[in-house]
């Protein structure tokens, strides 16, 4: 179905309140369905995101002879045969990094050939990390131009028990590797290399999903797990509500000085995300300077709601928002300087957003670019409810986490203009 070319947000004038839950975690949801579809036996998830992004993952895993099914909105049954198959066609995954990442490397667990592909924005996305480190367990992977597609052809077996991986550009290549490493012949040490990693606290996701699936895996220094060769077992997991979905709601909340009820405490959260409901709830006083790094999802709705702080951000950490669906520090800085020249710029790879209070209340017609990015046009429309005339271009690209969002922003009482 083509998604609509364009939505204008009415400024609703009034604070934004009553209950709306986020869906479920994209990123506990990705993992869940991995490690159930490696387990032998069947699997409850509930709680599940059901979205572009887990859509992809859960068709990957059937086309590897895993079954999965759907008897409501969000739950999975997953039952697999404690062994991926190979698959006939290509694995298409959209732009869904979570699930190109993790089954690039599950793929050295299958006997036989898995490609691995995704769409357009996905082949620009850089994999060469991963791929080198799964060479030098002795896996056949190649990856021609250092970006999806890749090709592996595993045999479940590896040819050393130490892998290191350089996080820096994607945190998503270490939980690749710490995931498939419980699968195969012998403990395997996974170390960091360099200094820079995305938010490690979805390493801690990682490592806390394996366990609930019957994995066996320590941190045995700062930089390096431990996983021994356990396999996965079935298991009933609940995934709980995901937190940079709930930082938009948490932003309407300040932004309309509103009261939203989203049904889980920002305290209990385990993604790292939440982090950002701190800053959030200092608004208008958001710190001068921001550090992005281990709350990167969240930035986007930081920047938005920092061009009506009380003074200028800074934000910092957050060179690898240049690789995410699409370049979100440029994505950012050009949206916002569609509203107002200027109020948002680049220096090196921090952003700088400009604030100006007064902005609330104005009309300033501004057609922001999505990017095909969900983020960026979920965290503008944060804009719209303080400005008028801010129109999301693409505004279905939320499909990818957060489908609902402009129905839940409605059911708050926010109207639109297509
Ligand atoms: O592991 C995960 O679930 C994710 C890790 C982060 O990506 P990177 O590790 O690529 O920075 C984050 O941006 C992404 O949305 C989800
Ligand atoms: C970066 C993101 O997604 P992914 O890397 O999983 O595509 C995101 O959801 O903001």
Redesign the pocket.
Known sequence: MMGRAKLTIIPPGKPLTGRAMPPGS?SITNRALLLAGLAKGTSRLTGALKSD?TRYMAEALRAMGVTIDEPDDTTFIVTGSGKLQPAAEPLFLG????ATRFLTAAAALVDGKVVVDGDAHMRKRPIGPLVDALRSLGIDATAETGCPPVTVNGTGRFEASRVRIDGGLSS?YVSALLMMAAGGDRPVDVELLGEHIGALGYIDLTVAAMRAFGAKVERTSPVTWRVEPTGYHAADFLIEPDA?AATYLWAAEVLTGGKIDLGTPATEFSQPDARAYELISQFPHLPAVIDGSQMQ?AIPTLAVLAAFNETPVRFVGIANLRV??CDRVRALSSGLSRIVPGLGTEEGDDLIVASDPSLAGKVLPAEIDSFAD??IAMSFALAGLKIGGITILDPDCVA??FPSYWRVLASLGVAYDD
């Open positions: 994209k992004d732009n869904a990094g979570t998503q940079s999802d995410k669906e969900h983020r990818k986490t």
